[in-house]
């Protein structure tokens, strides 16, 4: 992964999932740095503690 993209959902290296049914959670990124951030309803990003493992791409 060379960029940032915009994913349904993320499985992380602890086995918690974040995903568009959290709630709160409007849009979720997946960096290539292996880091997740969340947008709420408000425009606020979120950086989540722990990596990525495994994610669910969106085809738009």
């Keep these: ?6 994913v349904w959902g993320a499985i992380m290296k602890d086995g918690s999932q974040i995903t568009e049914d959290t709630e709160g959670v409007v849009s979720v990124t997946c960096h290539p740095d292996h880091s ?3 947008m709420d309803q408000n ?5 989540w503690d722990g990596e990525w493992v495994s994610y669910n791409p969106r085809y738009n």
């Design 1 to 6: 992964m060379r960029r940032a993209i915009k």
């Design 36 to 38: 997740v951030t969340t």
């Design 43 to 47: 425009n606020q990003k979120t950086k």
